[in-house]
T-cell receptor
Framework: AQTVTQSQPEMSVQEAETVTLSCTYD???????LFWYKQPPSRQMILVIR??????QNATENRFSVNFQKAAKSFSLKISDSQLGDTAMYFC???????????FGTGTRLTIIP | DTGVSQNPRHKITKRGQNVTFRCDPI?????LYWYRQTLGQGPEFLTY????????KSRLLSDRFSAERPKGSFSTLEIQRTEQGDSAMYLC???????????FGPGTRLTVT
């Protein structure tokens, strides 16, 4: 069984600063996808970024980037130049190839302070 | 493309009543998923459809829960004889092909009193 652990229940940073959210996972699979999802208050979950495990290059999407360390089973999310609209719950999620079931962590509540 | 929609957005029911939720996926998405999210937790997988076939069910989906996806379009999730422990946000998601990216709806918040 796969598990996803997010060890930071809450974080807060000043607007325009950089923040890193941590995620570790446990699996015996060698091929899988990792995702970061954002869930703003009272709004639906949005995919922020995804990483294929077979790719060594870290994924980036504008101000969002990941640090994927396959051997350490670590997948952190870096948000640069943070904005007020980044305030949300952030969930790390995992799915093995050939499987359809996303396994989520417990989330990190991120607050951007004006 | 209007995204995944779910109805109702909120449902309050008394223990023992039956409830039904509806999910309309993004058009042409052949995969549809149901998740349950309780306060302070990440979503937990309940079940998954590819077209009209229900291919996987979680152990969380007790006999009181049933899901359908007639004609491979919208889906319904029914909970019979609701219990207070069923109170949660029920999320629907859809995807297509082998992209593995799931697009979520706004959820239905169920409160069982």
């Amino acid at each position: 069984a796969q598990t996803v652990t997010q060890s930071q229940p809450e974080m807060s940073v000043q607007e325009a600063e950089t923040v890193t959210l941590s995620c570790t996972y446990d699996t015996s699979e060698s091929n899988y996808y990792l995702f970061w999802y954002k869930q703003p208050p009272s709004r639906q979950m949005i995919l922020v970024i995804r990483q294929e495990a077979y790719k060594q290059q870290n994924a980036t999407e504008n101000r969002f980037s990941v640090n994927f360390q396959k051997a350490a089973k670590s997948f952190s999310l870096k948000i640069s130049d943070s904005q007020l609209g980044d305030t949300a719950m952030y969930f790390c999620a995992f799915v093995p190839f050939g499987n359809e079931k996303l396994t989520f962590g417990t989330g990190t509540r991120l607050t951007i302070i004006p | 493309d209007t995204g995944v929609s779910q109805n109702p957005r909120h449902k309050i029911t008394k223990r023992g009543q039956n409830v039904t939720f509806r999910c309309d996926p993004i058009s042409e998405h052949n995969r549809l998923y149901w998740y349950r999210q309780t306060l302070g937790q990440g979503p937990e997988f309940l079940t998954y459809f590819q077209n009209e076939a229900q291919l996987e069910k979680s152990r969380l989906l007790s006999d009181r829960f049933s899901a359908e996806r007639p004609k491979g379009s919208f889906s319904t999730l029914e909970i019979q004889r609701t219990e207070q422990g069923d109170s949660a946000m029920y999320l629907c998601a859809s995807s297509y092909g082998t992209i593995y990216e799931q697009y979520f709806g706004p959820g239905t918040r169920l409160t069982v009193t």
